[in-house]
C-alpha cells in the first residue's frame, strides 16, 4: 500500500530536525494537500509503528522529544512554570510533570508522563519577551518563569534566587501590567 510514495514521506519526516508533527506540518512537508489521502498514509505508518500518534491530530518519531510535544498539544504555549524554575535551580522540589502556560488551563496525561497547562492572559501570552525559541520548543526564561509563577500562584516560595538576572526580572515586569505583582516581585528581591 503506497509504499513508493509512504517511504519517501518517512524518509521525508525521518530526515527532519523535529520529532512532533501536525497534519498540517506534515502536509507542508511533503508538499502533499490531498489531506485525506495524506491521512491514510500516516494512518497507515501508524498501524505499522513507524510513527506514533499520541493525541489526534499529533504524530510522533520513536524517541520524541517530550518538550517539542509540550508547546505542539496546545499553541499557542511555553514551557514554564515549576519545569524551568526546578531546571535552573530556584525550586529544589522535584516535579516531574512539563509545565507550560498557554490559553487554557489542563493537564494531559501521554505515555506516564504529565503535560500541565496554566492558563494566562492573551496580551501577557503573545508577547515573547523572555522567551525562547530553539528547536520547535518555546522555553520561558528563568526570569520570565519566575513572574509567570507568581502572577499565576500569588504566594509561591522559592528556594534559591541567586540564579535570577534581576535587571531581566524588572525588563520583563511590566509585561503583566499588575501593581500586585510588581509589589510582590519587589518584596521578595529586596527582602527575600
Known sequence: MYSSQNNDILFTLYNDRRTVF?????????????????????????????LLRPRKGIYV???????ELACKLYTPSYISLAYILQEAGVV????????????????????????????????????TRGINRERNINKATVERAFLDTLYLNGDFYFDNLTPLDKTLVYKLLPIYHSKALTERVNKILNYG
Open 22 to 50: 501536525t497534519l498540517n506540518d506534515i502536509a507542508m512537508l511533503v508538499g502533499e494537500s490531498d489531506f485525506k489521502s495524506l491521512n491514510k498514509k500516516i494512518h497507515y505508518y501508524v498501524g505499522r509503528g513507524k
Open 92 to 127: 529544589f522540589q522535584f516535579d516531574s510533570r512539563i509545565t507550560s502556560v498557554s490559553y487554557l488551563s489542563r493537564t494531559v496525561e501521554i505515555e506516564e508522563r504529565t503535560f500541565s497547562y496554566r492558563k494566562i492572559k492573551g496580551e501577557i501570552m503573545v508577547d
Open 61 to 67: 518519531k520513536k524517541g520524541y522529544n517530550p518538550e
